[in-house]
Protein backbone atom coordinates (compact mmCIF):
# COMPACT_ATOMS: atom_id res chain seq x y z
CA UNK A 1 0.00 0.00 0.00
CA UNK A 2 1.52 3.42 -0.85
CA UNK A 3 2.22 5.80 2.06
CA UNK A 4 0.26 9.37 2.75
CA UNK A 5 3.52 10.68 1.42
CA UNK A 6 4.26 9.01 -1.15
CA UNK A 7 0.65 9.45 -2.32
CA UNK A 8 0.96 13.40 -1.61
CA UNK A 9 4.09 13.38 -3.82
CA UNK A 10 2.20 11.43 -6.97
CA UNK A 11 -0.32 14.13 -7.05
CA UNK A 12 1.77 17.10 -6.46
CA UNK A 13 4.09 15.75 -9.79
CA UNK A 14 0.55 15.15 -11.47
CA UNK A 15 -0.53 18.55 -10.61
CA UNK A 16 2.85 20.11 -11.79
CA UNK A 17 2.62 18.47 -15.16
CA UNK A 18 -0.87 20.39 -16.06
CA UNK A 19 -0.18 22.59 -18.80
CA UNK A 20 3.53 21.65 -19.13
CA UNK A 21 4.61 20.42 -22.93
CA UNK A 22 5.22 17.10 -23.21
CA UNK A 23 7.06 16.63 -26.51
CA UNK A 24 10.25 17.98 -25.99
CA UNK A 25 10.10 15.62 -22.78
CA UNK A 26 8.77 12.73 -24.47
CA UNK A 27 12.08 13.08 -26.48
CA UNK A 28 14.50 13.07 -23.72
CA UNK A 29 12.87 9.90 -22.63
CA UNK A 30 13.72 8.16 -25.86
CA UNK A 31 16.79 9.55 -25.89
CA UNK A 32 17.14 7.90 -22.25
CA UNK A 33 15.66 4.79 -23.57
CA UNK A 34 17.78 4.62 -26.56
CA UNK A 35 21.31 5.29 -23.93
CA UNK A 36 19.82 2.31 -21.63
CA UNK A 37 20.15 -0.29 -25.13
CA UNK A 38 23.54 1.26 -25.84
CA UNK A 39 25.05 0.32 -22.29
CA UNK A 40 23.38 -2.94 -22.52
CA UNK A 41 24.26 -3.95 -25.68
CA UNK A 42 28.54 -2.25 -25.25
CA UNK A 43 30.18 -2.14 -21.86
CA UNK A 44 32.23 0.65 -23.30
CA UNK A 45 29.73 2.87 -25.01
CA UNK A 46 30.09 6.16 -23.69
CA UNK A 47 27.43 9.00 -24.28
CA UNK A 48 27.20 12.73 -24.69
CA UNK A 49 26.74 12.76 -20.39
CA UNK A 50 30.25 11.48 -20.40
CA UNK A 51 32.52 14.09 -20.46
CA UNK A 52 30.20 15.47 -17.58
CA UNK A 53 30.33 11.93 -15.59
CA UNK A 54 34.31 11.99 -16.32
CA UNK A 55 35.09 15.58 -15.37
CA UNK A 56 33.33 14.62 -12.01
CA UNK A 57 35.07 11.85 -11.40
CA UNK A 58 38.03 13.38 -11.80
CA UNK A 59 37.20 16.41 -9.22
CA UNK A 60 36.43 14.12 -6.61
CA UNK A 61 39.80 13.24 -6.38
CA UNK A 62 40.85 16.71 -5.42
CA UNK A 63 38.29 17.14 -3.15
CA UNK A 64 38.65 13.74 -1.51
CA UNK A 65 41.82 13.91 -1.61
CA UNK A 66 42.73 15.37 1.97
CA UNK A 67 40.35 12.45 4.01
CA UNK A 68 43.08 9.89 2.39
CA UNK A 69 44.63 8.20 -0.35
CA UNK A 70 42.17 5.44 -0.23
CA UNK A 71 38.96 7.92 0.28
CA UNK A 72 40.83 10.28 -2.32
CA UNK A 73 41.42 7.56 -4.94
CA UNK A 74 37.59 5.99 -4.27
CA UNK A 75 36.35 10.05 -4.29
CA UNK A 76 35.98 10.02 -7.93
CA UNK A 77 33.44 7.22 -7.67
CA UNK A 78 31.77 8.96 -5.08
CA UNK A 79 31.66 12.51 -6.68
CA UNK A 80 30.40 10.59 -9.35
CA UNK A 81 27.53 9.02 -8.01
CA UNK A 82 26.69 11.49 -5.60
CA UNK A 83 26.25 14.80 -8.04
CA UNK A 84 23.00 13.34 -9.57
CA UNK A 85 21.72 12.15 -5.80
CA UNK A 86 22.60 15.98 -4.73
CA UNK A 87 21.00 17.23 -7.90
CA UNK A 88 17.58 14.98 -7.24
CA UNK A 89 17.43 16.32 -3.76
CA UNK A 90 17.87 20.24 -5.71
CA UNK A 91 15.22 20.02 -8.35
CA UNK A 92 12.88 18.54 -5.51
CA UNK A 93 12.94 21.47 -3.51
CA UNK A 94 12.34 23.48 -6.73
CA UNK A 95 9.41 21.04 -7.75
CA UNK A 96 10.78 20.17 -10.90
CA UNK A 97 9.79 16.77 -11.11
CA UNK A 98 10.93 15.66 -14.64
CA UNK A 99 14.45 17.28 -13.72
CA UNK A 100 14.44 14.63 -11.54
CA UNK A 101 13.34 11.31 -13.79
CA UNK A 102 15.99 12.93 -15.50
CA UNK A 103 18.50 12.77 -12.73
CA UNK A 104 17.78 9.30 -12.45
CA UNK A 105 18.90 8.55 -15.53
CA UNK A 106 21.80 10.27 -15.52
CA UNK A 107 22.69 8.45 -12.23
CA UNK A 108 22.18 5.42 -14.39
CA UNK A 109 24.69 6.54 -16.80
CA UNK A 110 27.27 7.10 -13.85
CA UNK A 111 26.78 3.49 -12.52
CA UNK A 112 27.18 2.21 -16.32
CA UNK A 113 30.51 4.14 -16.17
CA UNK A 114 31.43 2.66 -12.69
CA UNK A 115 30.90 -0.34 -13.34
CA UNK A 116 32.70 -0.85 -16.35
CA UNK A 117 35.83 0.93 -14.56
CA UNK A 118 35.67 -1.74 -11.78
CA UNK A 119 35.39 -4.49 -14.24
CA UNK A 120 38.20 -3.65 -15.73
CA UNK A 121 39.98 -3.66 -11.92
CA UNK A 122 42.37 -7.13 -12.89
CA UNK A 123 42.32 -6.69 -17.07
CA UNK A 124 43.67 -3.40 -16.71
CA UNK A 125 42.87 -2.70 -20.03
CA UNK A 126 40.87 0.68 -20.40
CA UNK A 127 42.70 3.71 -21.69
CA UNK A 128 42.46 5.73 -19.07
CA UNK A 129 42.78 9.34 -19.68
CA UNK A 130 44.40 11.42 -16.37
CA UNK A 131 47.64 11.84 -16.69
CA UNK A 132 48.33 10.19 -13.70
CA UNK A 133 46.37 7.09 -14.54
CA UNK A 134 48.73 5.17 -16.94
CA UNK A 135 50.30 3.55 -13.93
CA UNK A 136 47.24 3.93 -11.89
CA UNK A 137 43.56 2.73 -12.10
CA UNK A 138 41.33 3.15 -9.07
CA UNK A 139 39.68 0.29 -9.30
CA UNK A 140 42.28 -2.49 -9.02
CA UNK A 141 43.87 -0.09 -6.49
CA UNK A 142 40.35 -0.06 -4.14
CA UNK A 143 40.15 -3.59 -4.36
CA UNK A 144 43.39 -5.00 -4.04
CA UNK A 145 43.76 -2.70 -0.93
CA UNK A 146 40.46 -4.55 0.45
CA UNK A 147 41.47 -7.79 -0.93
CA UNK A 148 38.48 -8.04 -2.91
CA UNK A 149 40.33 -7.65 -6.20
CA UNK A 150 39.40 -11.10 -7.55
CA UNK A 151 35.87 -10.17 -7.88
CA UNK A 152 35.82 -7.51 -10.10
CA UNK A 153 33.31 -8.65 -12.66
CA UNK A 154 30.70 -9.31 -9.21
CA UNK A 155 30.90 -5.21 -8.85
CA UNK A 156 31.10 -4.70 -12.50
CA UNK A 157 27.43 -6.59 -12.21
CA UNK A 158 26.77 -5.04 -9.38
CA UNK A 159 26.64 -1.65 -10.86
CA UNK A 160 25.12 -3.03 -14.09
CA UNK A 161 22.23 -4.13 -11.97
CA UNK A 162 21.97 -0.91 -10.02
CA UNK A 163 22.23 1.59 -13.30
CA UNK A 164 19.62 -1.17 -15.04
CA UNK A 165 17.26 -0.17 -12.10
CA UNK A 166 18.27 4.00 -11.90
CA UNK A 167 17.32 3.71 -15.62
CA UNK A 168 13.93 2.16 -15.14
CA UNK A 169 13.19 4.61 -12.34
CA UNK A 170 14.00 7.08 -14.64
CA UNK A 171 12.02 5.95 -17.40
CA UNK A 172 9.00 4.77 -15.62
CA UNK A 173 8.83 7.81 -13.66
CA UNK A 174 9.59 10.18 -16.96
CA UNK A 175 7.37 8.41 -19.12
CA UNK A 176 4.48 8.84 -16.22
CA UNK A 177 4.79 12.57 -15.94
CA UNK A 178 5.15 12.53 -19.42
CA UNK A 179 1.75 11.00 -20.28
CA UNK A 180 0.23 13.25 -17.65
CA UNK A 181 1.30 16.13 -19.74
CA UNK A 182 -0.76 14.59 -22.28
CA UNK A 183 -3.72 13.71 -20.59
CA UNK A 184 -4.36 16.71 -18.12
CA UNK A 185 -5.94 19.71 -19.86
CA UNK A 186 -4.50 22.72 -19.45
CA UNK A 187 -5.48 24.98 -16.38
CA UNK A 188 -7.76 28.36 -17.49
CA UNK A 189 -4.64 30.67 -16.96
CA UNK A 190 -2.72 28.56 -19.48
CA UNK A 191 -5.13 27.64 -21.90
CA UNK A 192 -5.01 30.49 -24.17
CA UNK A 193 -0.89 30.30 -24.24
CA UNK A 194 0.13 29.30 -27.40
CA UNK A 195 3.37 27.78 -25.97
CA UNK A 196 3.29 26.11 -22.29
CA UNK A 197 6.59 25.41 -20.42
Request: charge should be positive.
Amino acid sequence: MISEAAAKLLRQAGEWCRGRNGWWRLAVMAWLGYLLVRHWGDPRYQSLIHPLNFGIHELGHFLFMPLGQFIGIAGGTLLQLLAPLAAMFMFLKQRDYFAIAFAWGWLGTNLFDVATYAGDARALQLPLAAPWAVTFHDWNFMLTRLGLLPHDQAFAAAFRLLATASFAVALTAGGWLVWRMFTLPAPPDKAAKSSPE
